[in-house]
Structure formats: structure tokens, C-alpha cells
């Protein structure tokens, strides 16, 4: 991945320019890397996502493009209503080269479980490898969509917001549910990043119940990264130790 890795760059988000556009305005939204809900753009390069879609009252299409662009994402809107934008890269490797990084990270995501779950297997404690996948997701309200709600569009690592942003007040309740391949995934730990005043970012963690769903509480009006990482034993032909997804969701809430 270069420079970048889960390490020092946990996140990986889809950033619109406006969670709540006009029907007649535009859709635009950067990619982002980089930690603490602070990132670089990314470009649109086909090569490097597996698929790209938006879903709204049409369907679902895929987002075209043009290699380099900056923001990724420029689409019309196709009427009122929640535009659901989703984004699953190819999987790319990277190298730990120690146990202390490799736990850091375990650590970070709260993968409590796969530092035994790695020796159980026999794996080395040193050059770790592994093949990790991001999987992200906004939502944007087109006009009035505030009777409109968030949908599973199967990733195969996904949280889905079980409220509309846009019907939520500041100090209320907001849930998630984390769907492994379709599947509520249980005792996860989901994160959430408020972005404050300043730009920096305040990360409440919490883990999902029997049914895969995480709550939080949404202080204030602002921007929102919600974000969940999954680690499955790789397939005998991936010549890796580890694959991991990594699911994300932002959106914005107003006063």
C-alpha cells in the first residue's frame, strides 16, 4: 500500500462535500485515508476498487468515472430521497515485520481474540502478512429524505445505520448494525469519530450485541465516521497469514 498501512492509516471513508443536497445540485464526495478522521484524497482509479455504486428509489448503478479525478465521486442526483454510496476496494497485502506492531494494531481495532487465534495456528510472531479489503459507505439525503433509511447493499463487511441522519436531533440515540456476509456479527467493536469545531477527532467506542447492533449516543450536529474491521483466516491460495475487511460509514446530522 506504499507508505500507508492499517497501522498509520486506520481509516478509509467516502467524504461528500454536503450530506444534504438539492435535487437539482450536485453529489460530490473525496475518498479519504488517513487516521483520526483526518485523510488525504484519494483519486478515482478504476484498478484499485472492485466495484463502486450508488443506490436510490432507481436502484442501483454503478459510478463512472475518470482516472485521477479529484473529488472521486460527481454524480446528478436521480431525484429526492436517500443516495446510498458505496465503495469495496481490491484487496492489497501488507508486511508487520514485528509482533509489537502487529499487536498494536490488534489492539487499536479491538481484535481481542486473533493474537491467540494466530498462535493456535502456528504462525510466525515476525513478517506477518496480510490482504485487507475496505469496504465504505455514505449516506446523502437528496432533498426531503428524511422517511428514507439505510440498507444492507451486500459488502461483505457492512454497517448499516438504523436511522436516516437527517431525522436525528443532537442527543439522541443512534444504531448500527454490522453485517458479516449478510449476517449480524456479534461482540465486534464498532467505533465512532465526531469531528469537532477544531477538525480533530473524539472516538467512542462500542461493541455489538447478540444481534450485531452498536449504539451511541449523537452529541452534536457535525460529521460522523462510524468504522468496524473483521479479521478471517485467508484462503490456502492467498499465501498470507491474515485477511481482513474493513467496513466504514460517515454522515452528517444537523441542529
Same mark, same amino acid.
Given at each position: 500500500?506504499?507508505?500507508?498501512?492499517?497501522?498509520?492509516?486506520?481509516?478509509?471513508?467516502?467524504?461528500?462535500?454536503?450530506?444534504? +443536497?438539492?435535487?437539482?445540485?450536485?453529489?460530490?464526495?473525496?475518498?479519504? +485515508?488517513?487516521?483520526?478522521?483526518?485523510?488525504?484524497?484519494?483519486?478515482?482509479?478504476?484498478?484499485?476498487?472492485?466495484?463502486?455504486? /450508488?443506490?436510490?428509489?432507481?436502484?442501483?448503478?454503478?459510478?463512472?468515472?475518470?482516472?485521477?479525478?479529484?473529488?472521486?465521486?460527481?454524480?446528478?442526483? /436521480?431525484?429526492?430521497?436517500?443516495?446510498?454510496?458505496?465503495?469495496?476496494?481490491?484487496?492489497?497485502?501488507?508486511?508487520?515485520?514485528?509482533?509489537?506492531?502487529?499487536?498494536?494494531?490488534?489492539?487499536?481495532?479491538?481484535?481481542?481474540?486473533?493474537?491467540?487465534?494466530?498462535?493456535?495456528?502456528?504462525?510466525? /510472531?515476525? /513478517?506477518?502478512?496480510?490482504?485487507?479489503?475496505?469496504?465504505?459507505?455514505?449516506?446523502?439525503? +437528496?432533498?426531503?429524505?428524511?422517511?428514507?433509511?439505510?440498507?444492507?447493499?451486500?459488502?461483505?463487511?457492512?454497517?448499516?445505520?438504523?436511522?436516516?441522519?437527517?431525522?436525528?436531533?443532537?442527543?439522541?440515540?443512534?444504531?448500527?448494525?454490522?453485517?458479516?456476509?449478510?449476517?449480524?456479527?456479534?461482540?465486534?467493536?464498532?467505533?465512532?469519530?465526531?469531528? *469537532?469545531?477544531?477538525?480533530?477527532?473524539?472516538?467512542?467506542?462500542?461493541?455489538? *450485541?447478540?444481534?450485531? +447492533?452498536?449504539?451511541?449516543?449523537?452529541?452534536?450536529?457535525?460529521?460522523?465516521?462510524?468504522?468496524?474491521?473483521?479479521?478471517?483466516?485467508?484462503?490456502?491460495?492467498?499465501?498470507?497469514?491474515?485477511?481482513?475487511?474493513?467496513?466504514?460509514?460517515?454522515?452528517?446530522?444537523?441542529?
Amino acid at each position: 500500500m506504499g507508505a500507508l498501512s492499517p497501522v498509520s492509516a486506520h481509516e478509509f471513508w467516502l467524504e461528500p462535500q454536503d450530506f444534504t +443536497v438539492a435535487p437539482d445540485s450536485e453529489i460530490t464526495a473525496d475518498l479519504r +485515508v488517513g487516521q483520526n478522521f483526518k485523510g488525504d484524497a484519494f483519486p478515482f482509479i478504476s484498478s484499485r476498487f472492485q466495484s463502486f455504486m /450508488r443506490y436510490d428509489h432507481l436502484g442501483e448503478i454503478s459510478i463512472e468515472g475518470t482516472a485521477g479525478d479529484i473529488p472521486a465521486l460527481t454524480v446528478s442526483p /436521480r431525484g429526492e430521497g436517500l443516495t446510498i454510496v458505496t465503495y469495496v476496494s481490491v484487496g492489497q497485502q501488507l508486511l508487520f515485520r514485528d509482533w509489537e506492531k502487529f499487536g498494536e494494531y490488534l489492539a487499536y481495532e479491538g481484535l481481542d481474540t486473533v493474537a491467540a487465534r494466530h498462535d493456535a495456528r502456528g504462525l510466525p /510472531r515476525d /513478517r506477518i502478512t496480510e490482504i485487507y479489503t475496505r469496504c465504505a459507505k455514505t449516506l446523502v439525503n +437528496v432533498g426531503d429524505a428524511s422517511n428514507d433509511q439505510d440498507h444492507a447493499t451486500g459488502m461483505q463487511l457492512e454497517l448499516v445505520a438504523g436511522q436516516n441522519p437527517a431525522a436525528l436531533t443532537p442527543g439522541t440515540e443512534m444504531s448500527f448494525t454490522l453485517l458479516w456476509e449478510g449476517q449480524p456479527s456479534a461482540n465486534r467493536q464498532v467505533a465512532l469519530f465526531r469531528r *469537532d469545531d477544531k477538525g480533530d477527532a473524539v472516538r467512542t467506542l462500542a461493541r455489538t *450485541d447478540n444481534n450485531g +447492533v452498536a449504539r451511541f449516543i449523537i452529541p452534536t450536529a457535525g460529521t460522523y465516521l462510524a468504522a468496524a474491521v473483521q479479521m478471517t483466516e485467508p484462503a490456502a491460495d492467498q499465501n498470507v497469514d491474515w485477511q481482513s475487511y474493513w467496513a466504514s460509514l460517515s454522515f452528517g446530522v444537523e441542529d
